[in-house]
């Protein structure tokens, strides 16, 4: 146990609490869970801190999962199916590239992700046109309070957009500790994403290996987002959100251009395009701004406080809350 350690985060702020407990093995979990000191204060759990912004000292105990691991579980149900367990500890993007390396097919369009397993199935993380719920099989997770393992179905997990039950029902009820993911022996591309479908038709690739597409998604990716060792940030801050059809309409007569699609009985709004519209994109509130190249992403310009993260945040929201009648919601989590 260490008392005020600084704790590692992408946005590389400030951050401590009154205990930061590493754990690497199951045994030392179960130990730690036994102990009750988790059941007695506030706890936070963290893997690769790439979704929080510290603005305050953390009064409780964080616990750091680093537990590691990748192993090919066998065959799944379906013809050419394969199940693949990772450990939450291991780092997202290596997870990513070790499935591609050993032709483990399905997640080639979430690679570059900030993170860990272990915050994919809670945040359902979404990238290309895929997301966490459509490779995830089930999450092995242990229950805080009573030290209880239980394994979760994909459908026990109520995935919605960047959402999950350990973020709604079960909110820091539960410790991710491995996940298992239904992947492919064959490789199919998902080249849905407008985007992906230009770059590879741009550098004349018909036929894209899965390595081809994971670098290409990668450079599309870093072409807009700042990479975490460069500058800081915690990837893209707020959610798209998700308005009424009449609220839609009314939008798109003052705003034509506006960016949009159908989604979920109503219209999914580019929130992006809205604070760069505020005219926010590029500009700085003291030594946090709104990155140049993508408005959805929050940076830290240099011996940034998460005091001035959260200002910032406010001032965004309420401004494109002004403008547009449209209430963003944070994707990172302010703590």
Known sequence: MEQNIHIPNTFGLPA?????????????LLSLLGS??????????VGGGSNIVFANHFCGTVVHIENKGIRLLGPASEAGGLLVEA???????????HCIDNRWHGAENLVAIPGTVGASPVQNVGAYGVEAKDIIHSVKAYEIATGRERVFTNAECEFAYRNSIFKQRLKDRYIVWSVTFRLRRDFAPNLGY?????????AGVAHPTARQLADTIAALRWSKLPRPEEMGSAGSFFKNPIVSADHYQRLKQEYPDIAAFAAEGGYKLAAGWMIEKTGWKGRSLGR??????????????????????????????????????????????II
């Open 194 to 202: 407008k985007a992906v479908a230009e770059a590879l038709a741009a």
């Open 288 to 333: 946090c701004g709104v990155y140049e190249r993508q408005a959805l992403v929050l940076v830290n310009r240099g011996g940034c406080t998460g005091e001035e993260v959260a200002a910032l945040a406010r001032a965004v929201t309420e401004e494109v809350q002004a403008r547009f009648g449209v209430a963003l919601e944070k994707e990172a989590i």
């Open 16 to 28: 401590t609490a009154d205990r930061y407990i590493v754990v690497r093995s199951e045994a030392e």
């Open 36 to 45: 009750g000191l988790l059941v007695q204060g506030p706890c936070l759990i």
């Open 87 to 97: 450990a939450a500890g291991e780092v997202w993007d290596g997870f990513v590239n």
